[in-house]
């Protein structure tokens, strides 16, 4: 059965952090140069939480605050949700779906931080899946060109 370490294979283990003292428009910032969602907040190399675009727009910017004097720390999600790269795609899947959220941090059995997967991650590895069976059943019915 397909697992987590099949997508990290795929996408890389790439992690993008922030101490929590971030200020929200500097986490902002480095969300938009590498074109990402999420930055996950560490402390000591211990997750703390996440903060996302979902974050920063309903627990900054609709609420008023300053993202330039906001830390990262004060509106980030620290109840996280989190898999190992042993987790099936379909309880991850399930996951995003019940729980709501759209990023996963990896987390070994020894605690390491080992990536982070999304949802989009997800839905692009079903994709394949599904463009090569399409190419299966088309060449199966109308024969190899």
Same mark, same amino acid.
């Given at each position: 059965?397909?697992n987590?370490? !099949?997508? !990290?294979?795929?996408? $890389?283990n790439?992690? %993008?952090?922030?101490?929590?003292?971030?200020?929200v428009?500097?986490?902002?910032?480095i969300?938009?140069? %590498?074109n990402?969602? +999420?930055?996950?907040?560490?402390?000591?190399?211990? !997750?703390? @939480?996440?903060?996302?675009?979902?974050?920063?727009?309903?627990?900054?910017?609709?609420? @008023?605050?300053?993202?330039?004097?906001?830390?990262?720390?004060?509106?980030?999600?620290?109840? =996280?949700?989190?898999?190992?790269?042993?987790?099936? !795609?379909?309880?991850? +899947?399930?996951?995003?779906?019940?729980?709501?959220?759209? %990023?996963?941090?990896?987390v070994?059995?020894?605690?390491? =931080?080992? @990536?982070v997967?999304s949802?989009?991650?997800l839905?692009?590895?079903?994709?394949? $899946?599904q463009?090569?069976?399409?190419? *299966?059943? %088309?060449? *199966?019915i109308? @024969?190899?060109?």
């Amino acid at each position: 059965m397909p697992n987590v370490q !099949l997508l !990290l294979d795929r996408k $890389g283990n790439k992690v %993008h952090s922030v101490p929590p003292e971030t200020t929200v428009d500097r986490a902002a910032e480095i969300m938009n140069e %590498h074109n990402i969602g +999420s930055l996950l907040v560490v402390d000591d190399e211990n !997750l703390k @939480g996440i903060i996302t675009e979902r974050d920063i727009l309903r627990k900054v910017i609709a609420a @008023g605050r300053k993202p330039e004097t906001t830390s990262v720390k004060s509106v980030m999600t620290d109840n =996280l949700w989190t898999c190992t790269p042993e987790t099936s !795609l379909e309880d991850i +899947s399930d996951i995003f779906k019940d729980r709501r959220v759209r %990023h996963l941090p990896v987390v070994t059995d020894a605690g390491e =931080l080992a @990536g982070v997967i999304s949802i989009g991650d997800l839905n692009a590895f079903r994709l394949e $899946g599904q463009a090569v069976m399409i190419e *299966y059943l %088309h060449q *199966y019915i109308h @024969g190899a060109a």
